[in-house]
């Protein structure tokens, strides 16, 4: 199946892409009968490392979507990203600003005009210390509600074996294996035609995670925590790590700085040795 929607950008950045993603991971595909042949859907998937974007888009663009995704909206400010991001049609995410609300009036249109939207629902990488996904935000159930368009949960695993969470210490070679399952459509027509309240968001959110979490834990063969992490209610183990990382970034400067200074001094000794040395010497002394 041929992906619906493509510009000339989004084809070159997936002829650079497709074929490098193919080298580096050993890929498992399943339930791609579950995305729609026609008309527009939202995508939605757990989020683990900063490779994810790359397998759900080689996933869901090897199954006849070229995906839209909705990126922060930093990264359209690149020197190099930028340009290729919004050439390539994606959605910038202009959180905490007057501009919140635009992603999803592009993304409504994008998904009305017969477009595959790709969401994490998380927002961010989880925070859960197993890789769980934890508790989403409510846009991708915000644009559920308003187009009524398919939600299609999708879980993948493996990627942060290419790009551990937290790190840059990418690791291509040799071969990942990397799953990827989608799942049917989430049920959310009783919550159609009913006010976007927060209880309706926070349900409909619960639903597109929970349905989410049971793929990846079928993909995993394993329990998934009773409930699902909370950075509002179990903090936010990132800022622990970033300031670990800041320590270990100071001490080693800290070594380099005084590994620096005991050169300075050898230097110093060295250069007043040999003037001494050479005193002796003029003055006729061996």
Request: glycine share 8%.
């Amino acid at each position: 199946m041929q992906p619906r929607q493509q510009s000339g950008v989004y084809r070159f950045l997936v002829g650079v892409l497709r074929p490098t993603m193919t080298l580096m991971t050993r890929r498992t595909w399943r339930g791609g009968e579950h995305l729609p042949a026609s008309g527009g859907f939202i995508a939605v998937a757990n989020h683990v490392s900063n490779m994810d974007p790359l397998t759900f888009a080689h996933y869901l663009y090897d199954h006849g979507a070229a995906p839209k995704f909705l990126a922060k909206s930093s990264l359209f400010h690149a020197p190099v990203l930028g340009r290729l991001l919004a050439a390539a049609d994606q959605i910038p995410v202009h959180r905490g600003t007057s501009r919140a609300g635009e992603s999803l009036v592009a993304a409504e249109q994008a998904v009305l005009a017969g477009e595959c939207v790709g969401i994490f629902p998380e927002g961010t990488l989880t925070r859960d210390p197993d890789m769980w996904p934890m508790t989403g935000r409510t846009g991708a159930a915000r644009l559920a509600l308003a187009t009524r368009a398919p939600v299609i949960p999708v879980a993948q695993w493996g990627a942060h074996r290419l790009l551990p969470r937290y790190t840059a210490r990418f690791r291509p070679f040799p071969p990942k294996p990397v799953t990827v399952v989608a799942g049917p459509p989430v049920d959310l027509d009783d919550l159609y035609g009913r006010p976007l309240d927060q209880d309706v968001l926070r349900e409909a959110t619960a639903r597109i995670m929970a349905a989410v979490t049971a793929l990846l834990a079928d993909i995993r063969g394993e329990e998934p925590p009773v409930r699902p992490y909370d950075m509002r209610r179990d903090g936010d183990p990132r800022a622990a790590h970033d300031a670990a990382s800041a320590q270990r970034l100071a001490a080693r400067l800290e070594r380099q700085a005084a590994l620096r200074r005991r050169l300075t001094a050898g230097r110093e000794h060295l250069t007043a040795l040999r003037a001494r040395q050479s005193a002796r010497r003029a003055g006729g002394r061996p």
